[in-house]
């Protein structure tokens, strides 16, 4: 079943962030209010959505209740009273940082760095988000939580890894989510959910307690409906501690949301890297891409072909970082866990790879920046296709073995993992719908610390594609009738799963 969109004006629209800032500083709600909506909105999707591994409602509350306090007193931070989800690789003190494993795992000793800015910037946690296992495929699902959905399918995966944070925002529970990005993790969900997602310059946003994840190829990014929203927890997201490996020098991006970039040269570019399996545009994403390409023409800018050199052993690179970056992992969560058969297999090329073949890759990472980055010389902005597929259905890599899920996979996301590689950013925007009403995405690319650029571009493409006025019709607050005779859940935890109950 694919949901029917509507326009704003049809029925009860989702408020984004903004407009919840709005709402607290009229005094028209409390951040009581804000948080009591998210937290019955996450309990009534959950049987059938399933986006959340851990829901901390009594914390949230209690926070909730604190931030109308210091509102009353005057106090005007940044997220004052919005509840936020993050993804389930992020520590918060407490709480198991399970990362889509199944199994026992202690909890965390202290929060995230994220968490903490966050905290400080007055936002509200209101739980952890479902990933897949070690954020290692473009889908959310596995044995530990079941089969996250998407908001505009319930037949369809929302994507991954960080697909319960962009089911969260699609389906109205949160008006943003913080999640990662090591080979697309961000922009690919928010593609396939009809989401604006910043994957931002490589330590923009702390990594911390891990100095740099998978070898530098994973950031942690934003998941919002508007560019605006996005830019908004960027800001209060952003930061370093003493420890971090990479630490850019500050900006300030929801500056940029106003701000029109001026006459850029726009790169379009439908090339794929080498990977071993083939992958072909689906012509509804193709299509997408050009109706984008005439938006920026009819705003002023100039687009002509333009590819980034990608070559053949960038793949390889990928793959040392990608799964030497599993074992600091397996360190992290101890003994007590029982690994997917995919995982194993992906744990002993991280072995294999992570002596000679990794510090070989990480000496070439400055020469790929030099390579690819000389098309910056021809434009300003790389314009590429975010996905080459449509959303999966969301069963469809649950028999697979691990070679079988390499091949679908790469089929369907051949082409935001180089941009993990250099460390820069990239921002996926809804470009549309395939013809049977499945969201398409585009991903807005540009040179080492180039965010504000971007965020100004995104935001004009927001303002002529209006794209904040769909979303999906609420099919996830009917339970999902099923045949007699079926297992009661397939799909998400019951009342009674340990993940769920601990901490709400």
Known sequence: MVASSAPRSARTAFPTLTDQLYQLASGAVTAENLVRRSLHAISASQPTL????????EQALDDAAEADRRRAAGDQRPLLGIPIAVKDDVDIAGVPTRFGVTGTVRPATADAEVIRRLRAAGAVIVGKTNTCELGQWPFTSGPAFGHTRNPWSREH???????????????GLVTAAIGSDGAGSVRIP?????????????GRISTWPMAEAFNGITVNGVLARTVADAALVLDAASGNTAGDLHR???VRMSQSVAQAPGPLRIGLSTKFPFTGF????HPDIRAALQTVAGHLEELGHSVRPADPDYTVGMSWNFLSRSTSGLLDWTERLGYGVDFDRRTKANLRIGRLLSEHVLRKARAKEAAAQRRIGWVFNLCDVVLAPTTAQPPPRVHDFDELGGLATDRTMIKACPVTWPWNLLGWPSINVPAGFTADGLPIGVQLMGPAESE?????????????????????????????????????????PTGDDPDLRETA
Not at 157 to 171: D, L, M
Not at 454 to 465: K, P, R, T, W, Y
């Open 190 to 202: 928010a593609a396939w959910c009809h989401l604006v997602g910043i994957k931002p310059q490589r």
């Open 157 to 171: 995966t929302p994507g991954g890894s960080s697909g319960g944070s962009a089911a969260a925002v699609a389906a």
């Open 452 to 492: 504000p650029l971007l965020i100004s571009l995104a935001a004009e493409l927001e303002a002529v594609g209006g794209w904040a006025a769909r979303q999906p019709e609420a099919w996830w607050e009917t339970p999902q009738v099923r045949p007699a005779g079926t297992p009661a859940a397939d799909d998400a």
């Open 278 to 281: 083939h992958a072909t545009l």
């Open 50 to 57: 399933n986006a959340f591994r851990v829901v901390l409602a």
């Open 248 to 250: 850019p020098a500050p």
